[in-house]
């Protein structure tokens, strides 16, 4: 059930948040040595948010790079005592657990749903058929793809965003002779709205509009439980990887959506950290620590609220950089 909360921002910019997929594949333009001016930015950046950030700094700001079909499968495992991870260290699904069943925050690739996504669930001792609910965060195939797989099978319900329900259903063209076929979007069940909730059993997962990647993405504010003790995790479910798949006018409408979501999350107190693309940070190695987490040992996905905001500051300031560099 979707709650009558809503948020009051008004989303404008469906025309300038993506920039044209056919430029995905392009070879990188030759960079240009940062001036002086954004050396310094981007080691202030550094020193703001310190050393638990500077893996994302780094790839954010000098090294970004798109998640890939190889990259390292993860092992299915529980962060939470409420919430599980799926996938692989590029692109990740998350399961919730709830009173009255499973939601599930993005659904991978179809093509990841019979070698990873279904053996996950085994591994954790998760029955896919108590999916009941299924919001995704933005609308790329590698997010929606699974979700029609467990609307057909199972009866999950999809939610999405307006703007991409109608990205899934009119996909871009495709890049040229050998493109594959887009993936199929699931029906139409709902939609995710900003500010308002999404209800299943006892959980209520908040969206947050944060359009820029797309024109629909959104974040999500999640109450999650760590060995008893409640937390508030939040997800910036529309990040982007390479800079260069945003125009101007739409990184403007990014960096826009980092300062909404700040608010949402400050006024939440978020404390944890989720992120379905999650290669700005050593991913595997907080699983690994986990596996071996002593009774005193803290989850290195519960951060703290101050240091969340510093996540927010590296894709903010990341974000000033990649435009700073354009205007060279």
Avoid at 30 to 42: C, F, G, M, R
Avoid at 95 to 123: C, H, R, W, Y
Avoid at 212 to 232: A, C, K, L, N, Q
Avoid at 310 to 328: M, N, P, Y
Wanted: charge should be neutral.
């Amino acid at each position: 059930m979707i709650s009558t909360r809503c948020g009051a921002l008004v989303l404008v910019m469906c025309a300038a948040a993506v920039h044209l997929a056919a430029q995905q594949n392009q070879p990188p333009a030759p960079t240009k040595p940062d001036s002086p001016a954004i050396v310094e930015q981007l080691n202030r950046l550094k020193a703001s948010v310190g050393p638990r950030w500077a893996d994302a700094v780094h790839f954010w700001c000098e090294a970004p790079r798109a998640n890939r079909a190889d990259d390292p499968v993860i092992q299915p495992t529980k962060i939470f005592d409420n919430v599980y991870a799926i996938g692989n260290v590029g692109t990740v699904a998350y399961v919730i657990q709830t009173s009255a069943g499973l939601m599930m925050i993005d659904a991978l690739g179809a093509n990841q749903v019979e070698p990873d996504l279904l053996p996950g669930f085994a591994k954790l001792g998760l029955d896919p058929a108590q999916v009941k609910t299924i919001l995704v965060a933005h609308g790329h195939a590698d997010h929606f793809g699974g979700s029609a797989y467990f609307q057909q099978k199972y009866g999950s319900k999809v939610y999405v965003s307006a703007a991409d329900w109608t990205l899934m259903e009119t996909p871009p063209r495709g890049r040229g002779p050998g493109t594959p076929p887009p993936a199929a979007a699931p029906k139409r069940d709902g939609e995710l709205r900003d500010g308002e909730s999404v209800t299943l059993g006892n959980v209520s997962v908040r969206a947050v509009a944060v359009p820029g990647h797309t024109p629909g993405s959104m974040g999500f504010i999640i109450p999650v439980v760590d060995r008893g003790e409640r937390h508030v995790a939040a997800l910036f479910g529309g990040s982007w990887l390479t800079p260069g798949l945003l125009n101007d006018e739409a990184m403007q409408t990014y960096i826009s959506s980092v300062g909404h979501f700040r608010k949402a999350t400050v006024d939440a107190r978020a404390d944890a950290w989720l992120q379905n693309h999650p290669l700005m940070v050593p991913f595997q190695d907080w699983l690994t620590r986990l596996s071996s987490r002593g009774r005193n040992d803290m989850n290195p996905f519960v951060v703290g609220r101050a240091e969340y905001q510093k996540f927010l500051d590296v894709i903010d300031g990341c974000s000033q950089i990649a435009l700073a560099r354009r205007r060279l």
